[in-house]
């Protein structure tokens, strides 16, 4: 198949999240099992067509979209529409000089919009977590520039040839958000993960290695939908239960704090306050093949959002061999089954979320019973060869139906 995915994060980028690591995952995968793979991302820095590792990665330049005396009403959405028309533009070239058979693109922001809009090739949108829902996790309010973005990625959807989701909970999520039956309709699709760099064995990082006592990790963004803030909640229960404890949080901050400003800064004075900020450690946004290291060193994982699509995090922690502790909603469960790979809390329950730890923490031996589990459970259902052969299948159906219409 000749294939090309859309994806505005593509690494290298400002701005890299779960999107970006999923797709360059899925995108080589595939050029791995002798595939064709493009992907269009933006030319940060210079344009031009590179190479990443069997992927063709087109930089292209973006404009945003003009539209006189709107700017500043719908700067953010005149941005993406104009990324979205770039994109547009190098598919059809692309399709022209080597006939596409199918391109892929993200529901968020509205990425592959006026590229589904044309005659061909067909185009597959993937849901990761829309706008509309990001905005409601963290409690921000939709003001005009993102309703128009959410609208573009709703007609998105109905124009896309088919839509593939990571867990059945974010097609669900997506239905009843509004963005119609084809969320709903969604191919379920896992992401993988990289068992081979993601795995129990290998050093731990060096600020954690120095140290006595197990370490709790937070690995993600520091953001209200992550239960940043209830974790926090739940740390001095933690610390008063089990004196020893560390905690580790590995993930870029964010100016969304209740009131604003820095979650980091809040969390910091939470610890003060608390009188454990000597146990408490922020590692900040890190380069992904430094992660593994943070999770070896983790005696436990949290990753307490009310409600997260299959987040990367919980993947990488089965494969790195620790026990996870999450919330029944969302898609935890769908990667995690209570007792077995880890433990399920009530959502925004910082109380039963220290229980949870407080008792793995307490219990070494079943901890580490369960990370086992959720290795073997890691490298038999979301290593990256398996998702790659379950996408293959998916689009070659897609192509199939587009061509015999």
Known sequence: MNLCYICREYPPAPRMGGIASATRDQARSLARRGHRVHVLAPAWEAAGSFDDEGVLVHRLRSPGWQLPGASRLIGQSLDRLGWSRAAARAVSRLHRL???????????????????????????????????????????????DCRLTVHWERAALQAAAAVSAPSAAIAHACAEAGYGPAAAAA????????????????????????????????????????????????????????PEARFAFVGA?????????????????????????GRVQFAGFLPREQLPSWYRAASTVVAPSPFENLALVFLEALACGRPLVGCSSGAFPEAVSDGSEGRT??????????????????????????????????????????????????????IATWRSR
């Open 98 to 144: 080597e006939r596409l058979d199918l391109v892929e693109a993200p529901e968020f922001a509205a990425e592959g919009l006026l590229a589904a809009r044309r005659a061909a090739p067909p185009v597959v949108v993937r849901l990761h977590t829309p706008l509309a829902l990001v905005r409601r996790l963290n409690g921000t309010p939709l003001r005009r």
């Open 345 to 398: 809390v009530a959502p925004c329950s910082p109380q039963a979320l220290a229980g949870a730890v407080v008792d793995l923490l307490r219990d070494p031996a079943a901890a580490a019973a369960m990370g086992r589990r959720g290795r073997q459970l890691a490298l038999r259902r979301f290593s990256l060869e398996r998702v790659a052969a379950l996408t293959e299948e998916f689009y070659g159906e897609v």
């Open 253 to 277: 901050d964010t100016q969304t704090a209740p009131g604003g400003g820095s979650w980091q800064q809040q969390l910091i004075a939470h610890a003060r306050a608390a009188g454990i900020e």
């Open 187 to 242: 191919r379920i699709i896992p992401y993988g993960v990289d068992t081979s760099l993601f795995c129990p064995d290998g050093g731990v990082a060096a600020c954690a290695a120095t140290a006595a006592g197990p370490l709790v990790l937070f690995p993600g963004r520091l953001e209200a939908r992550k239960g940043v803030g209830d974790f926090a909640s739940a740390l001095p229960a933690i610390a008063a239960q089990v």
